[in-house]
């Protein structure tokens, strides 16, 4: 049996909750599984989103922030 370093491990398993949860903090669907397949973010490539919405809120939010 082939062992994965533990950072790839912790990665794998970050990918796979970010798969079913919306990264919207404000969405209802950040903390309960989202009941459709969720859209990779095509900026980043790392996080999903339940829906267009939800992506260009948290796009506003985070530049509203930085700004």
């Known amino acids: 049996i082939l062992e994965l370093p533990k950072e790839e ?6 990918r796979a909750h970010q798969a079913e949860f919306c990264h919207n903090s ?4 950040n903390t309960m599984r989202a009941p ?3 859209k990779m973010c095509r900026g980043c490539g790392e ?3 339940c829906s267009k919405e939800c992506q ?3 796009v506003i939010c985070r ?3 930085l700004y």
């Open 63 to 65: 530049m509203f922030v």
């Open 56 to 58: 260009e809120m948290k």
């Open 26 to 29: 404000r969405c209802k669907y």
């Open 36 to 38: 459709n397949t969720l």
């Open 9 to 14: 491990v912790m990665q794998a398993a970050l």
């Open 47 to 49: 996080v999903c989103y």
